[in-house]
């Protein structure tokens, strides 16, 4: 018998005689693996929850309902993202990593969040499908989110500290998505196939069959327990190392953005100068007034041949007209939410701390192995506030879509779907 492990000698004595005394009859077999089902629930292994007697079942109707709402809020909120990035705003770098990584919100809260809550309210996965689909999708959507995310914040980082071109194309970045795409997808079928929900018995009399238990776990049928497990530890740091990168991808552009505004404040532009720098910036301005997003948020500051770069490099990144030849500091916090470059780099700050809040949990979890107790129980129990703070990862990819709300870009352009 292959893939359990019991702690009572008493049932495992009643298991191995039964199997001895199995014939190879199809109905025989069907009772030993209900029979078989019936042990192997009722060992310590199994979580007997009354759903009825909220002190057994507490922490699972809280997940429920906390999990529930949230699901439908992300599956809404990504579609709407998905569609008004598709049709109402300009196809950029920074465009076409958010609808890449819309598509990941949506298949999370679309397949792994309903999978999860299944679990969590039912006790059991129910087939081997679902359980392999369900671990496939954690496996594959999280680290690919979060690659997605360092995408995002060094091509925020790169417009606004190399002035003179632009390094990541929309096509540059789409080979980079589809290169996390294919490293992410191997290692979650690698992972994926060392879960199962059924147990091959091994009969001396008779060939080999395999019962159906409806409870996800891991086996070595393809790889050993030790490599998968390696290979999740090493996928943990690398979104940890990953995060740490782009939080400091979104502060050094922070950084770079107020030491370019510093250099236009301090320094006393040309009457030719100002005049260029002005019609910038109610180019930009009236950017708002107009039907359609053309947005300049993706555009490399950019300086013109023969003018000073420390008093140019900031003619994108204005969009209030200048009163004086030298503006002031109030003038530029009272207008800093015009500021497109500003504007997305907050953004990507949003969601970079969403990202690193909401994966901490379970990312602590794993690398403590807080919830690998092998004397009783694969993972933490269900009626456990850990195993309730685990899926707190759900929280980004449902809250990805109303941070783009804070975005100036987005609001005009759903403004202008719903209008249409």
Known sequence: MAGVIYQDPKK???????????????????????????????????????????????????????????????????????????????????????????????????????????????????????????????????????????????????????????????????????????????????????FSTQVEMDVPHCHNFVCDLHFCQPNEYYLSNQFVSGLKNSGVIACIIIAFVSTMFVLLTFLKLFQIRKQITDSKLSPTKQNAVGMMSTSVANLGHTKTTESDVDKPLEFHEGHDLGEIAAEKLLTLKYKEMKPTWSAFRVHKKCLPHFQMALTLLLMTLSFIVAHAPMTIMILFKICENTTVNEGCMRNDYRYFLWQSYFLNHALNPIIYLFNPQFIKAFRNWYSN
């Open 12 to 194: 495992e004595v009643q298991v191995i005689w039964m199997l001895k005394n199995v014939s190879c009859l199809r109905h025989r077999r069907k009772e030993v693996c209900i029979s078989f089902q019936n042990i192997y629930e009722g060992t310590e292994r199994i979580e007997q929850i009354n759903m009825l007697n909220f002190n057994e079942s507490g922490w699972i109707w809280a997940g429920a309902l906390f999990y529930s709402p949230l699901c439908m809020l992300g599956i809404i909120g990504s579609v709407i993202t998905l569609l008004t990035f598709c049709k109402y705003i300009k196809k950029t770098t920074t465009t076409t990593c958010i609808i890449a990584l819309a598509a990941v919100d949506l298949a999370i809260c679309t397949i792994t969040m309903p999978i999860a809550i299944y679990t969590f309210v039912g006790g059991n996965t129910g087939s081997n499908i679902i359980c392999k689909l369900g671990k496939f999708a954690v496996f594959f959507t999280v680290p690919l989110s979060c690659g997605i995310l360092l995408l995002l914040t060094l091509n925020r980082f790169l417009l606004v500290a190399c002035l003179r071109k632009k390094i990541l194309t929309p096509f540059r970045a789409k080979v980079c998505i589809v290169f996390l795409f294919v490293i992410c997808l191997v290692s979650a079928i690698l992972q994926s196939l060392s």
